[in-house]
C-alpha cells in the first residue's frame, strides 16, 4: 500500500505577516520614551551595532558555510601547552595529557622575556620521550629562538626516523609577533622576514607542518578589538606572502605554510563571528594573490584568551574557557588551546591541566560541538555580525598597508595607538560598570578562595636588537581590581584586620536590601567588608550603631524616599560620631544639594568609577597600595 503523501498545512496563514515596524510599536511602549539606540542596542569595542532583533534582511545575501578545514579525532585538535622549564616535568605532563584526551603539544621554549624549555635537542628529547611523534603533533611558542628551537626538533626527528610525511608539527616563526610582543628583533624586519621566507620555503616539503604563525593574539591581549585582532593578523600574514615570494615561494605554496593564530575569550558569539571573518579575510587575499582555494588548507590555531583570565576567584576561570572553547570551536577552529584556570597565578598543576584538557572532551563528546561544520550559517545574526567585522577588519588593514605595512605600522606606533585608544575605553567601561566581570567587579568572593600555585619560573630579560618600537604590553581586564584587592590583603597582613565600612540601613529590609545587597558587592570588589547595622528607623540609633562597629567611614543604604526623611539627619549625626567619609548608596539627584551640605562626600551609583572611588576610600581608610 502506498504512503500518500500529505499537503503542507499553513500554520500561520491565519495570522498576519510579522512587520518590523508593528514591533517597533510595542517596543516604544515598552520602553516608555527610552531611547531606542541606547536601550537596546549594543555596540562592540568596534562601535559596531548589536541589534535586539535580527531578520532574514539583516543577513548577507549570500553566505557559505565556514567550516573546519581539516578534522581531526574526535574533533578539532586538543593542543595542550607546557611551560616548565623541566624537561622531565614537561615529558610527565606531556604522557598524561596524550593518554587523557589531548591531541598535540605545544611546547614553550625559554626566550627573552619568556621561560620554558630550553632549545637544545637534548632538552627535547627528554620532554618528547615516549611521544610518538609519526602521530603527534609538535607546536613551538619559541620567539626569537625559534630557529634554533626549530633545528633541534628536526634534529629529533631525523634521529627518530620520522620521514618528511609523518612530520606533524608547527613552527609558529613570527617575527613580526615577536616585535609587536617584546618591541624589539635581532635583525630588522624586512631581514627577519626573509628568514621567515627560507623556513617555510625549506619547509614545504613536509606536507604536516607549518612554518610560520600571523598571530594576532599580542594586539588582543594588548587590548585590540576583534577587528584590530583581525587586522593586524591579516597585515602580518602579507607580510610573509611577500617575503616568501621575493624568496620564489609562490603565494598557492606559501600559504599552506603559514598557520594562523588568534584569540577566543568570553564573548561566544563574538568569537565565533571573528574566527569566521577570517576565513572571509584570509580568502580574499588569497583571491588577490591568485592563490585561489589554496586559503581552504589554512589552519586556525585558537587559544584561550589571557587578559579575560581573574587571579582572584579563579574558578569562574572555568566559564570563561568553556565558552571561549565553544566560540573556537563554533567559529571553525581546528586547533583549540585552553589555558589552565589558574594561568593568571602561576605555574599549572597536574589538576588544573585536567580541567583545561575535559574543557576540550565535554564539548566535543558529551555536547557534540564537533558534529556539525559551521553550526553559526545561516544564523542571521551571526552572519550579520561576521560581515561587519570582516569589513571593519579590511578597512583597518588598508590603514595599516597605507602605512607601508605591518612592520611600518608598528615602527611609526601607529597600531600601538589604535589599540591603545580601544583598550583604555575598555578600562573606563570596566571600571564604570558597563562592563562586568563575575567575581571581580560583580559577585566578588571576599574572603580567600582556596587556590594555591607555585609562582610562573623567572624569564631572561628582554635585550634590544636591531631594530625598536614600542612594545604592546599584554594586560588582564582585572587588573585595577586585582590591585585594590592585594593592598587589601596587605592591610589585613599588616594591621590583623579588613579595611571596614559601616552599612547604615535605614528602614525596614525590604526597603534596604537591594542597595546594600549592591553596595556590600562594590566595596567588596576594592577588597573592603562592609559591616551591616541592624534596621535602622532614626538617625541618634545610627550614630550609636556606628560608635559601637570600630568603623571610620560608614554609607548611608536605602530608598530615595527614605533618604528624603531620614538622609541629612543622619549623615549629620554620622560625621557627629567621628565618620571620616560618609558615602550614601544611589543617586537621588533632587536631594543631592542637600545630602552633601548634611555631611555626604560621596555618592556611590551604578555607572560611578568603580576604581577612582574604591583608591579614594582605601586613602581613607589608611590602606596603602
Given at each position: 500500500m502506498e504512503a500518500?503523501?500529505?499537503?503542507?498545512?499553513?500554520?500561520?496563514?491565519?495570522?498576519?505577516?510579522?512587520?518590523?515596524?508593528?514591533?517597533?510599536?510595542l517596543v516604544e511602549k515598552a520602553l516608555k520614551g527610552g531611547d531606542f539606540e541606547r536601550r537596546l542596542v549594543g555596540r562592540t569595542a568596534d562601535a559596531l551595532a548589536i541589534q535586539p532583533l535580527y531578520t532574514r534582511r539583516d543577513a548577507p545575501a549570500e553566505t557559505a558555510p565556514v567550516g573546519r578545514t581539516g578534522w581531526f579525532p574526535g574533533g578539532w585538535d586538543v593542543r595542550q601547552r607546557h611551560i616548565d622549564t623541566d624537561p622531565k616535568a614537561v615529558n610527565a605532563a606531556i604522557l598524561d595529557d596524550l593518554t587523557a584526551g589531548g591531541t598535540s603539544v605545544l611546547l614553550q621554549i625559554s626566550a627573552p622575556g619568556q621561560a620554558g624549555l630550553s632549545y637544545g635537542a637534548h632538552a627535547l628529547a627528554q620532554a618528547l620521550e615516549g611521544v610518538f611523534l609519526n602521530a603527534c603533533a609538535i607546536?613551538?611558542?619559541?620567539?626569537?629562538?625559534?630557529?634554533?628551537?626549530?633545528?633541534?626538533?628536526?634534529?629529533?626527528?631525523?634521529?627518530?626516523?620520522?620521514?618528511?610525511?609523518?612530520?606533524?608539527?608547527?613552527?609558529?616563526?613570527?617575527?613580526?609577533?615577536?616585535?609587536?610582543?617584546?618591541?624589539?628583533?635581532?635583525?630588522?624586519?624586512?631581514?627577519?622576514?626573509?628568514?621567515a621566507a627560507k623556513l617555510a620555503s625549506d619547509s614545504r616539503t613536509m606536507s604536516h607542518v607549518t612554518a610560520l604563525n600571523a598571530d594576532g593574539r599580542p594586539y588582543h591581549e594588548a587590548g585590540g578589538s576583534?577587528?584590530?585582532?583581525?587586522?593586524?593578523?591579516?597585515?602580518?600574514?602579507?607580510a610573509y606572502l611577500r617575503a616568501c615570494e621575493t624568496a620564489g615561494l609562490r603565494p598557492r605554496m606559501a600559504l599552506g605554510q603559514i598557520a594562523i593564530g588568534l584569540a577566543a575569550d568570553a564573548d561566544l558569539f563574538l568569537t565565533m563571528a571573528k574566527l569566521r571573518a577570517a576565513r572571509r579575510l584570509i580568502s580574499r587575499v588569497a583571491e588577490a594573490c591568485g592563490a585561489g582555494t589554496a586559503a581552504e588548507k589554512m589552519q586556525i590555531a585558537a587559544t584561550t584568551s589571557e587578559r579575560m583570565m581573574a587571579r582572584r576567584d579563579p574558578w569562574v576561570n572555568m566559564l570563561r574557557t568553556t565558552i571561549a572553547c565553544a566560540g573556537a570551536a563554533f567559529g571553525g577552529a581546528e586547533a583549540i588551546t585552553v589555558l589552565p584556570f589558574t594561568w593568571a597565578l602561576g605555574k599549572p598543576d597536574a589538576f588544573a591541566r585536567r580541567i583545561a584538557r575535559n574543557t576540550h572532551l565535554v564539548l566535543q563528546e558529551e555536547s557534540a560541538a564537533a558534529r556539525v561544520i559551521d553550526p553559526a550559517h545561516g544564523s542571521w545574526y551571526v552572519e550579520a555580525l561576521t560581515g561587519q567585522l570582516a569589513g571593519k577588519a579590511w578597512e583597518l588593514f588598508q590603514a595599516i598597508e597605507a602605512k607601508g605595512g605591518m612592520a611600518r605600522a608598528l615602527e611609526s606606533g601607529f597600531v600601538q595607538g589604535e589599540i591603545a585608544r580601544v583598550a583604555e575605553a575598555r578600562a573606563r567601561d570596566i571600571a564604570h560598570g558597563r562592563m562586568e566581570m563575575t567575581g571581580v567587579s560583580a559577585f566578588p568572593m571576599l574572603g580567600d578562595d582556596g587556590v594555591r600555585v607555585s609562582p610562573h619560573a623567572p624569564f631572561d630579560p628582554i635585550v634590544k636588537g636591531g631594530v625598536s618600537v614600542t612594545p604592546l604590553t599584554p594586560?588582564?581586564?582585572?587588573a585595577p581590581f586585582e590591585r585594590l584587592r592585594d593592598a587589601s590583603d596587605a592591610h589585613v597582613a599588616k594591621t590583623g584586620r579588613r579595611p571596614q565600612v559601616f552599612l547604615a540601613a535605614l528602614g525596614d529590609p525590604a526597603v534596604h536590601s537591594a542597595r546594600a545587597t549592591w553596595i556590600r558587592n562594590f566595596l567588596a570588589a576594592g577588597g573592603i567588608e562592609a559591616v551591616a547595622s541592624a534596621p535602622l528607623h532614626n538617625s541618634a540609633d545610627a550614630g550609636t550603631a556606628f560608635a559601637a562597629s570600630g568603623a571610620t567611614v560608614a554609607c548611608l543604604c536605602s530608598a530615595d524616599t527614605v533618604y528624603a526623611e531620614l538622609g541629612e539627619a543622619t549623615a549629620g549625626v554620622l560625621k557627629q560620631a567621628g565618620a571620616k567619609q560618609v558615602l550614601l548608596a544611589g543617586r537621588p539627584k533632587d536631594q543631592e544639594a542637600a545630602l552633601k551640605a548634611a555631611g555626604?562626600?560621596?555618592?556611590?551609583?551604578?555607572?560611578?568609577?568603580?576604581?577612582?572611588?574604591?583608591?579614594?576610600?582605601?586613602?581613607?581608610l589608611g590602606v596603602r597600595g
Amino acid at each position: 500500500m502506498e504512503a500518500r503523501s500529505k499537503p503542507d498545512v499553513p500554520l500561520a496563514a491565519e495570522f498576519e505577516p510579522p512587520a518590523r515596524a508593528a514591533w517597533l510599536t510595542l517596543v516604544e511602549k515598552a520602553l516608555k520614551g527610552g531611547d531606542f539606540e541606547r536601550r537596546l542596542v549594543g555596540r562592540t569595542a568596534d562601535a559596531l551595532a548589536i541589534q535586539p532583533l535580527y531578520t532574514r534582511r539583516d543577513a548577507p545575501a549570500e553566505t557559505a558555510p565556514v567550516g573546519r578545514t581539516g578534522w581531526f579525532p574526535g574533533g578539532w585538535d586538543v593542543r595542550q601547552r607546557h611551560i616548565d622549564t623541566d624537561p622531565k616535568a614537561v615529558n610527565a605532563a606531556i604522557l598524561d595529557d596524550l593518554t587523557a584526551g589531548g591531541t598535540s603539544v605545544l611546547l614553550q621554549i625559554s626566550a627573552p622575556g619568556q621561560a620554558g624549555l630550553s632549545y637544545g635537542a637534548h632538552a627535547l628529547a627528554q620532554a618528547l620521550e615516549g611521544v610518538f611523534l609519526n602521530a603527534c603533533a609538535i607546536a613551538l611558542d619559541a620567539r626569537e629562538n625559534t630557529l634554533d628551537a626549530v633545528g633541534s626538533l628536526l634534529e629529533i626527528w631525523r634521529e627518530k626516523g620520522i620521514n618528511e610525511n609523518d612530520r606533524r608539527g608547527a613552527f609558529n616563526y613570527d617575527p613580526l609577533g615577536v616585535l609587536a610582543k617584546t618591541g624589539t628583533l635581532y635583525y630588522p624586519p624586512d631581514r627577519a622576514c626573509e628568514i621567515a621566507a627560507k623556513l617555510a620555503s625549506d619547509s614545504r616539503t613536509m606536507s604536516h607542518v607549518t612554518a610560520l604563525n600571523a598571530d594576532g593574539r599580542p594586539y588582543h591581549e594588548a587590548g585590540g578589538s576583534e577587528a584590530q585582532e583581525l587586522a593586524a593578523m591579516l597585515a602580518t600574514l602579507v607580510a610573509y606572502l611577500r617575503a616568501c615570494e621575493t624568496a620564489g615561494l609562490r603565494p598557492r605554496m606559501a600559504l599552506g605554510q603559514i598557520a594562523i593564530g588568534l584569540a577566543a575569550d568570553a564573548d561566544l558569539f563574538l568569537t565565533m563571528a571573528k574566527l569566521r571573518a577570517a576565513r572571509r579575510l584570509i580568502s580574499r587575499v588569497a583571491e588577490a594573490c591568485g592563490a585561489g582555494t589554496a586559503a581552504e588548507k589554512m589552519q586556525i590555531a585558537a587559544t584561550t584568551s589571557e587578559r579575560m583570565m581573574a587571579r582572584r576567584d579563579p574558578w569562574v576561570n572555568m566559564l570563561r574557557t568553556t565558552i571561549a572553547c565553544a566560540g573556537a570551536a563554533f567559529g571553525g577552529a581546528e586547533a583549540i588551546t585552553v589555558l589552565p584556570f589558574t594561568w593568571a597565578l602561576g605555574k599549572p598543576d597536574a589538576f588544573a591541566r585536567r580541567i583545561a584538557r575535559n574543557t576540550h572532551l565535554v564539548l566535543q563528546e558529551e555536547s557534540a560541538a564537533a558534529r556539525v561544520i559551521d553550526p553559526a550559517h545561516g544564523s542571521w545574526y551571526v552572519e550579520a555580525l561576521t560581515g561587519q567585522l570582516a569589513g571593519k577588519a579590511w578597512e583597518l588593514f588598508q590603514a595599516i598597508e597605507a602605512k607601508g605595512g605591518m612592520a611600518r605600522a608598528l615602527e611609526s606606533g601607529f597600531v600601538q595607538g589604535e589599540i591603545a585608544r580601544v583598550a583604555e575605553a575598555r578600562a573606563r567601561d570596566i571600571a564604570h560598570g558597563r562592563m562586568e566581570m563575575t567575581g571581580v567587579s560583580a559577585f566578588p568572593m571576599l574572603g580567600d578562595d582556596g587556590v594555591r600555585v607555585s609562582p610562573h619560573a623567572p624569564f631572561d630579560p628582554i635585550v634590544k636588537g636591531g631594530v625598536s618600537v614600542t612594545p604592546l604590553t599584554p594586560h588582564r581586564l582585572a587588573a585595577p581590581f586585582e590591585r585594590l584587592r592585594d593592598a587589601s590583603d596587605a592591610h589585613v597582613a599588616k594591621t590583623g584586620r579588613r579595611p571596614q565600612v559601616f552599612l547604615a540601613a535605614l528602614g525596614d529590609p525590604a526597603v534596604h536590601s537591594a542597595r546594600a545587597t549592591w553596595i556590600r558587592n562594590f566595596l567588596a570588589a576594592g577588597g573592603i567588608e562592609a559591616v551591616a547595622s541592624a534596621p535602622l528607623h532614626n538617625s541618634a540609633d545610627a550614630g550609636t550603631a556606628f560608635a559601637a562597629s570600630g568603623a571610620t567611614v560608614a554609607c548611608l543604604c536605602s530608598a530615595d524616599t527614605v533618604y528624603a526623611e531620614l538622609g541629612e539627619a543622619t549623615a549629620g549625626v554620622l560625621k557627629q560620631a567621628g565618620a571620616k567619609q560618609v558615602l550614601l548608596a544611589g543617586r537621588p539627584k533632587d536631594q543631592e544639594a542637600a545630602l552633601k551640605a548634611a555631611g555626604v562626600d560621596t555618592f556611590v551609583f551604578a555607572g560611578s568609577d568603580a576604581i577612582a572611588t574604591l583608591t579614594r576610600l582605601n586613602e581613607t581608610l589608611g590602606v596603602r597600595g
